[in-house]
């Protein structure tokens, strides 16, 4: 008898834990079984913060300001502890020299003089950043005691790449994050208002979502970016560029929320809402839209992907941010060129960073979407 009571008892508090757990606790609960998303979360979590650190973390400007002039289109520097000198407890690098050579068509050959040595330090006074935009600061993750180094190169005009890279996920992650708040606000005032009136308001607000839907966003952004005035400043166009993202991507989640509205507005919360002379306002606030808040978040998740893709794809093509703003789509503008395919490999670093990013929403969102779905379970 002592033993049954004991086997039951963990049983009926994970019983009693379940049927008093809150969405949110269900949702978590799902999504820690799924490992591929769990991974991912972790990957997406690093990368988000080594963009919001990214001015601590890179050793160096990733303007122009921060260029090394004698180390143009330079391979990646790794750095060592031991050679055939002996062994360090730094990090450091041999002294290189460069010089353009007639047999390699002046390209330039690298001459390492193995018995000079660079160390590497760690939280060094280097270039002044913004932390955040507004926290200032000179400390940086890494650094050399004499000269630069470049863990992934640089490219034609002598910046770090390591330094562009992160702070490109950065930027990229900005205009995604902008984007997706555009759409998700336009998304949850015109689908509330279409599901919950329903009527010829409805119909006339579904005719111009379908209208938006049907506008092919290449040749509407070639048509907007030749309209954009040249003087515009990088900050102006980065503006733009998450306006425009966002005023196109409304419709999908729109069509969800109205949705879910027609076929909640009857229910008896709602009517009771009305009885007690509720506005219609505070009822989709307060009653419909909070009934599935976590399907809206894993639309959200979905978005980022699509947001980024669309900024990424658009500076590459030349119509999004240009330089000197630092994204991943201005970073793979530079791939293009057979020279770069053929001599300068490093160039392809930040496309590594652009697929992990994209595929660790990818993986989140599923994740969140199967755990969102109560019948998930069910179904596997």
């Given at each position: 008898m002592t033993?049954?009571?004991?086997?039951?008892?963990?049983?009926?508090?994970?019983?009693?834990?379940?049927?008093?757990?809150?969405?949110?606790?269900?949702?978590?609960?799902?999504?820690?079984?799924?490992?591929?998303?769990?991974?991912?979360?972790?990957?997406?979590?690093?990368?988000?913060?080594?963009?919001?650190?990214?001015?601590?973390?890179?050793?160096?400007?990733?303007t122009v300001a921060g260029r090394d002039k004698d180390y143009l289109n330079g391979a990646p520097?790794?750095?060592?502890?031991?050679?055939?000198?002996?062994?360090?407890?730094?990090?450091?690098?041999?002294?290189?020299?460069?010089?353009?050579?007639l047999a390699t068509n002046f390209r330039w050959?690298?001459?390492?003089?193995?018995?000079?040595?660079?160390?590497?330090?760690?939280?060094v006074k280097g270039d002044d950043y913004k932390l955040f935009g507004f926290i200032p600061g000179n400390i940086h993750l890494f650094g050399?005691?004499?000269?630069?180094?470049?863990?992934?190169?640089?490219?034609?005009?002598?910046?770090?790449?390591?330094?562009?890279?992160?702070?490109?996920?950065?930027?990229?992650?900005?205009?995604g994050t902008m984007g997706v708040v555009i759409s998700f606000v336009l998304a949850l005032?015109?689908?509330?208002?279409?599901?919950?009136?329903?009527?010829?308001?409805?119909?006339?607000?579904?005719?111009?979502?379908?209208?938006i839907r049907t506008v092919p966003a290449i040749p509407l952004f070639m048509a907007i970016a030749a309209f954009i005035p040249p003087e515009w400043s990088a900050e102006t166009r980065f503006f733009f560029i998450s306006m425009i993202l966002g005023l196109i991507g409304w419709p999908t989640l729109a069509r969800r929320v109205r949705t879910?509205?027609?076929?909640?507005?009857?229910?008896?919360?709602?009517?009771?809402?009305?009885?007690?002379?509720?506005?219609?306002?505070?009822?989709?606030?307060?009653?419909?839209?909070?009934?599935?808040?976590?399907?809206?978040?894993?639309?959200?998740?979905?978005s980022f992907p699509y947001m980024v893709l669309s900024e990424t794809a658009l500076s590459f093509i030349g119509l999004g941010l240009k330089d000197p703003v630092n994204s991943l789509g201005v970073m793979l503008q530079n791939v293009t060129k057979a020279d770069v395919l053929l001599?300068?490999?490093?160039?392809?670093?930040?496309?590594?960073?652009f697929i992990a990013l994209v595929m660790a929403f990818v993986f989140v969102g599923d994740g969140l979407r199967d755990a969102a779905d109560p019948y998930s379970e069910t179904r596997k």
């Open positions: 033993t049954t009571t004991k086997t039951t008892a963990p049983n009926q508090k994970a019983k009693e834990a379940y049927f008093t757990a809150s969405q949110g606790q269900l949702i978590w609960a799902r999504f820690k079984k799924q490992k591929a998303a769990m991974v991912a979360a972790v990957v997406l979590l690093v990368l988000i913060l080594s963009g919001m650190f990214a001015p601590f973390l890179s050793p160096y400007d990733p520097q790794i750095p060592k502890f031991c050679d055939e000198n002996g062994c360090s407890m730094r990090p450091f690098l041999y002294t290189v020299t460069r010089e353009r050579s050959v690298e001459k390492i003089n193995k018995d000079e040595r660079r160390y590497m330090q760690f939280f050399m005691e004499e000269g630069y180094v470049h863990l992934f190169g640089t490219d034609s005009a002598g910046k770090d790449i390591f330094s562009r890279t992160f702070h490109a996920v950065w930027t990229s992650l900005q205009v005032v015109i689908g509330g208002i279409s599901g919950y009136y329903g009527g010829w308001l409805d119909s006339v607000i579904q005719m111009v979502t379908d209208a879910h509205l027609l076929t909640e507005r009857n229910q008896e919360y709602v009517l009771a809402a009305r009885l007690c002379g509720a506005s219609p306002s505070h009822i989709i606030r307060r009653h419909l839209l909070p009934s599935f808040t976590s399907y809206i978040i894993v639309d959200l998740v979905i001599n300068y490999q490093w160039y392809f670093i930040p496309v590594i960073f």
